[in-house]
Nanobody, 123 residues
Framework: VQLQASGGGLVQAGASLRLSCAAS????????VGWFRQAPGKEREFVAA????????KYADSVKGRFTISRDNAKNTEYLQMNSLKPEDTAVYYC?????????????????WGQGTQVTVSS
């Protein structure tokens, strides 16, 4: 599975962005997908995840109520809708794919990673 993240950009606080994670490979539908982010000088942190079936979603407390994760298996694409963006959301965002649907908040669960897309939120 190869992943391509896109949709990042520079926005003002309060704005919205939608990140996309396009996957190659016919078995994408069988993988759970997560988003992680890494700000300068900080460790990579979990943002959100969705199970292979779409029936389970998880969010970091810092993004609950503002971000929504979804997937379209017919298009081999997963989305992260980010609303009410804050300057502290500034980071490189990575999508990743994991088999199974447990412990999706842990980066070491993921087998495949995309290249990252920069999100910058100005105050």
């Amino acid at each position: 599975v190869q992943l391509q993240a896109s949709g990042g950009g520079l926005v003002q606080a309060g704005a919205s962005l939608r990140l996309s994670c396009a996957a190659s490979g016919r078995t994408f539908f069988s993988y759970s997908v997560g988003w992680f982010r890494q700000a300068p000088g900080k460790e990579r942190e979990f943002v959100a995840a969705i199970s292979w079936s779409g029936g389970i979603t998880k969010y970091a407390d810092s993004v609950k109520g503002r971000f929504t994760i979804s997937r379209d298996n017919a298009k081999n694409t997963e989305y992260l809708q980010m609303n009410s963006l804050k300057p502290e959301d500034t980071a490189v965002y990575y999508c990743a794919a994991a088999s199974g649907d447990i412990r999706l908040q842990y980066a070491n669960r993921y087998d495949y990673w995309g290249q990252g897309t920069q999100v910058t939120v100005s105050s």
